[in-house]
């Protein structure tokens, strides 16, 4: 049962545009969320995070929205840049948990 | 800080063999997590310690799989015997206490 999902597993941008990447969670014990980015041949590197006490959270070109009635989390960069072409991960936790649940992650695209 | 290490980056073995995946977390941090990332799966988590404990083993996919930590700045990740399927990149992450910072993974073929 997967608790975080990322339904789309890639997505193609031109540079400068904006890139929005979705993801869904079902479990309502989450109240820490994040989002990791990934360079091959690398780990996983901490972007940004949202507590749920928040409903938006921006630093420099990247917002994360969230949308706890839908359960709903999402990632703005903008503008977009070439370097930004990675794997995204999404993840999220619960208070007093150590558990930190991640998606399969989504492949940004960001075209020159 | 040098980040959380992991060795070997990379492990080519053959079906049947033992392999022994390290890693070295951040000092002062007192969670640790060992992940499998493969295409079909993403990011699984296997196993995570807290305070050299282990806390939950549940995503351990089989008896094969074992994992130790006996110090705050050690951990073991083995498989025996290891099998194709096994292979993927291993990763490890360090955390205290939300935020989780990741090694570099170590990249495993089993042939």
């Known amino acids: 049962d997967q608790q975080v999902k990322q339904n789309s597993p890639s997505l193609s941008v031109q540079e400068g545009r904006i890139s929005i990447l979705n993801c869904d969670y079902t479990?309502?014990?989450?109240?820490?969320f994040l989002w990791y980015k990934k360079y091959p041949a690398e780990g996983p590197t901490f972007l940004i995070s949202i507590s749920s006490i928040k409903d938006k959270n921006e630093d420099g070109r990247f917002t994360v929205f969230l949308n706890k009635s839908a359960k709903h989390l999402s990632l703005h960069i903008v503008p977009s840049q070439p370097g930004d072409s990675a794997v995204y991960f999404c993840?999220?936790?619960?208070?007093?948990?150590?558990?930190?649940?991640f998606g399969a992650g989504t492949r940004l695209f960001v075209k020159a | 800080d040098a980040g959380v290490i992991q060795s070997p980056r990379h492990e080519v073995t053959e079906m049947g063999q033992e392999v022994t995946l390290r890693c070295k977390p951040i000092s002062g941090h007192n969670s640790l997590f060992w992940y499998r990332q493969t295409m079909m799966r993403g990011l699984e988590l296997l196993i995570y310690?807290?305070?050299?404990?282990?806390?939950?083993d549940s995503g351990m996919p089989e008896d094969r799989f074992s994992a130790k930590m006996p110090n705050a700045s050690f951990s073991t990740l083995k498989i025996q015997p290891s099998e194709p399927r096994d292979s993927a990149v291993y990763f490890c992450a360090s955390s205290m206490p939300s935020t989780q910072y990741f090694g570099p993974g170590t990249r495993l073929t089993v042939l």
């Open positions: 993840a999220a936790s619960a208070t007093g948990g150590f558990k930190t649940i």
């Open positions: 310690f807290n305070n050299n404990v282990p806390i939950d």
């Open positions: 479990n309502s014990m989450f109240d820490y």
